[in-house]
């Protein structure tokens, strides 16, 4: 299986980015994948929702290889990678990745200094997702560079659709002049309160809006307590309350992702018999 590589990305914040990144992660490892996550937002709250509290002390992280790369210094990007007990890897990050920003805006290769140092780590790898930060800056543009594919968690709240236009502008852009490759997955709804009549207005909004262009997934993600308690512990919501229905929802979306590659595998596979 080629690795797939997915930007967990919307620039509006609070959007569940960060607990789908690690929740997701863990439900693709549970089902036999290599998982790698990247952190790639300074605020850290990968880092530290997996258990990495001291991210300032952390001898290698995100923003050291990218730096190397862009003085053009040998990198190692297995050096940053940290093992959590749950079966998935992490490149963690700090605040030092804000001030590598201003950095990549007059290197050489700004938009692919993380796809080329993540290239050689996708070889041991199912899936790379890549965290991204709240904002669509310059570490954005670089993890949509590297990315394959990009999933959107959008919350079920009013004007959830706000902004998303400029995120699919700047998807759009990235696509068609420096990943030609890049790809929308999905777009997945977060913190549902399913007693409110609201969730479904925004989602009946999103599927007119976008379900003609854009997968819109079946999955949706309650909200819930006991995933905000997880992220103090250092544990996924499916180690933390595995019982839960936060937990089973991202099984089923794992499951989705799983299916769509599969999907898109058997429609490359037919293409390239057909081309013979």
């Known amino acids: 299986m080629k690795c797939q590589v997915l ?14 990144t690690f929740n997701l992660g863990v439900a693709l490892a549970h089902s036999g994948r290599k998982v790698l996550l990247i952190d790639a937002d300074p605020q850290g709250d990968l880092t530290t929702y997996m258990g990495w509290h001291n991210a300032d002390n952390l001898p290698v992280t995100l923003s050291t ?6 003085n053009d210094m040998d990198i190692n990007s297995e050096e940053a990678v940290l093992h959590h007990n749950e079966g998935v890897d992490l490149i963690p990050t700090n605040l030092e990745l804000a001030s590598l920003e201003v950095s990549l805006v007059n290197a050489m290769s700004r938009e692919s200094t993380m796809k080329n140092c993540i290239e050689e780590l996708k070889q041991k790898y199912d899936f790379i997702l890549i965290d991204c930060m709240p904002s669509l800056g310059m570490i954005t543009i670089n993890a949509l560079a590297s990315a394959d594919k990009v999933i959107i968690p959008v919350q079920s709240e009013f004007l959830a659709a706000k902004g998303m236009n400029h995120l699919m502008n700047t998807i759009m852009k990235v696509r068609k002049n420096i990943n030609k490759e890049l790809d929308v997955s999905g777009i997945v709804l977060t913190i549902v309160d399913g007693r409110r009549k609201l969730s479904k207005e925004i989602t009946e909004e999103l599927k007119e809006t976008y379900g003609k262009v854009f997968k819109i997934y079946d999955t949706q993600i309650p909200r819930a307590v006991k995933a905000a308690e997880s992220s103090r512990m250092g544990e996924s919501i499916l180690s933390y309350d595995k019982d839960s229905n936060v937990a089973k929802s991202y099984i089923e979306l794992a499951k989705e992702v799983l299916n769509d590659e599969r999907t898109k595998n058997k429609t490359r596979d037919s293409h390239e018999l057909q081309s013979r």
Not at 7 to 20: D, E
Not at 65 to 70: F, K, N, Q
Request: hydrophobic share 35%; with cysteine; glycine share 16%.
């Open 65 to 70: 290889i990218m730096s190397r790369c862009i």
């Open 7 to 20: 930007a967990i990305a919307n620039q509006k914040g609070g959007v569940g980015k960060t607990t789908t």
